[in-house]
C-alpha cells in the first residue's frame, strides 16, 4: 500500500515512523522547516514502546507531490485543514482513502466537499505525543488507542488492507463498523476535558480539589445531550468511563488546547467547542461560557498581533 502520511508532526511522525521500521511504502509531505529538520537529524520518535531513528525518511512538498496514492493519514489542526487539502490533493484519485484523526467531525464534511465523500473515513486516535524543539517526536505515556472506518455500513476491503498496514507495524488499531459514533463519544469527552481545564485554567485534578465537580458535571451532562439530540447518544458503557476520566481526583490530565493556551498559540476554538455550541438545540450555559472564554483569549491573541 502507497501510503502519503501529512505532514511529519507529532502523530503524523509517529505513525509514519512506526511504517517505516517496517519497511512499508510511506513518504512525508512536509514544508520547507520541517523538511530540513528531518535532513538534519531524520525522523526520531522516542517512545516506551520503542525507539525509531531513521535518517533521511522519504519526503516531498507540496510543489514535487505526485499521486494517486492508496492512503492519505492527515493529523493536522482543524485551522490547517483548508491549507493541507490544497497541499495533498494532488496524492487523491478515484480509489484513495483519507483517514483524518482531526478533532471534531466538521472535517468530514470539508473534505467529502473538497474530494468525494467516498474517499473519506472516520477516524480517531488517543495517544499523547509531542515534537521537541529539535524536531524528534517524544511519546509521552505507554498509551495508544486508534479506531476508524467507513463512515456508513460494514467493513470494507480498504479498511482491511489498512489494518494489515498498521498490524505489519505493530500498531494494535480497531477498524469500526461505528466510525462516527465514536467519534462523537470522542468529541464529548474532549470537548468537557477542553471546556473545563482551559476554563478553570488547572488540570482536572485541581478542578476537583476546588469544588468544581458540579460544573464538571454540568458540561458534562450538556454534551452528552447536544451528542443525543444529533442522533449519536454515546453509549451506555462510555459514559462510566469518561466520568471516571472527568471526575478521577488528584489527575493532571489536561486538555491540549489548554498547552496551546499557555503557550499562547492557536487553539481549535471552534472546532471544539464552537461548532457544538451551533449544533446545540437549547441553550448550554456552561459550554457557552467556556466558549466565550476561549473566543476572548483568540481575540486578545488578535489585538496583541500574535495572528
Known amino acids: 500500500m502507497k501510503i502519503l502520511v501529512v505532514g511529519a508532526g507529532a502523530i503524523g511522525g509517529y505513525f509514519g515512523a512506526r511504517w517505516l521500521a517496517a519497511h512499508r511504502d510511506v513518504t512525508f509531505l512536509v514544508r520547507e522547516r520541517r523538511a530540513a529538520q528531518l535532513a538534519k537529524i531524520g525522523l526520531v520518535l522516542k517512545s516506551k514502546l520503542g525507539d525509531v531513528s531513521l535518517p533521511s525518511p522519504p519526503s516531498v512538498s507540496a510543489e514535487t507531490l505526485k499521486g494517486p496514492y492508496d492512503l492519505v493519514l492527515l493529523s493536522c489542526k482543524a485551522f490547517d485543514l483548508e491549507g493541507a487539502m490544497e497541499s495533498f490533493a494532488p496524492a487523491v484519485g478515484p480509489n484513495t482513502a483519507i483517514l483524518p484523526l482531526l478533532n471534531g467531525i466538521a472535517h468530514l464534511d470539508a473534505l467529502g466537499k473538497r474530494f468525494d465523500k467516498r474517499n473519506v473515513l472516520g477516524g480517531q486516535v488517543g495517544i499523547s505525543v509531542t515534537l521537541d524543539p529539535e524536531g524528534r517526536v517524544l511519546h509521552l505515556n505507554d498509551g495508544l488507542f486508534l479506531s476508524y472506518g467507513e463512515l456508513a455500513g460494514p467493513k470494507s476491503a480498504r479498511v482491511e488492507a489498512i489494518a494489515a498496514e498498521f498490524a505489519a507495524a505493530k500498531v494494535t488499531v480497531t477498524a469500526s463498523e461505528t466510525a462516527l459514533l465514536d467519534m462523537w463519544e470522542k468529541w464529548v469527552l474532549i470537548a468537557s476535558v477542553a471546556g473545563i481545564t482551559c476554563l478553570m485554567r488547572s488540570a482536572i485534578g485541581d478542578v476537583l480539589a476546588a469544588g468544581g465537580q458540579p460544573i464538571i458535571e454540568a458540561l458534562h451532562a450538556e454534551l452528552i445531550a447536544i451528542a443525543t439530540e444529533n442522533g449519536f447518544a454515546p453509549r451506555a458503557e ?28 492557536r487553539i481549535e476554538a471552534d472546532h471544539v467547542i464552537g461548532d457544538l455550541l451551533q449544533r446545540a438545540k437549547g441553550n448550554p450555559p456552561v459550554l457557552k461560557t467556556a466558549y466565550t472564554h476561549l473566543k476572548a483569549y483568540e481575540a486578545r491573541r488578535v489585538r496583541e498581533g500574535k495572528v
Open 238 to 265: 462510555v459514559l462510566p468511563r469518561q466520568r471516571a476520566l472527568l471526575l478521577a481526583k488528584g489527575s493532571t490530565f489536561t486538555a491540549s488546547m489548554l498547552r496551546d493556551i499557555e503557550a499562547g498559540s
